[in-house]
């Protein structure tokens, strides 16, 4: 028996709207909210929520010596198509040139890394 439900995934970044302008580019949604907290309805979803962290220091991809903390891994049908798209929208690539892999590394405008899958 669960003890609780997730309720929201919440990233720390220094400008919280902005990063959830991005996701919502990336996955639809709604953006909700101003200033230290937003939050990003998805469609049918768990929602993303960004939280205004002074001082921010992005994680380092790769960093055998200090963790990534966390990554998100958003699955798409057509990895060329989405990777088009989200680099469009402000991501960078990390890990990218093995087109043979079901993967690509990303980070956000604020430095998270992210997967896109097709998997």
Do not use: I, N
């Not at 669960?2 to 990336?26: I, N, Q, T």
């Not at 891994?73 to 690539?93: N, R, S």
């Not at 890990?95 to 990303?106: A, G, H, L, P, W």
């Amino acid at each position: 028996m669960a003890v609780a439900e997730l309720g929201a995934v919440v990233l720390d970044c220094p400008d919280p709207r902005a990063l959830a302008g991005f996701y919502a580019g990336v996955l639809g949604g709604t953006v909700e909210g101003e200033g230290e907290l937003v939050d990003l309805r998805t469609p049918g979803g768990p929602s993303l929520a960004f939280q205004a962290a002074p001082g921010f220091v992005p994680p380092k991809w790769p960093a055998p010596d200090a963790s990534q903390q966390f990554h998100l891994d958003l699955t798409v049908q057509d990895l060329d198509a989405a990777e088009k798209e989200v680099l469009a929208l402000g991501a960078k690539p990390l890990d990218t040139e093995d087109r043979s892999r079901t993967f690509r590394v990303y980070a956000d405008p604020a430095g998270h890394p992210f997967c896109l899958c097709a998997c």
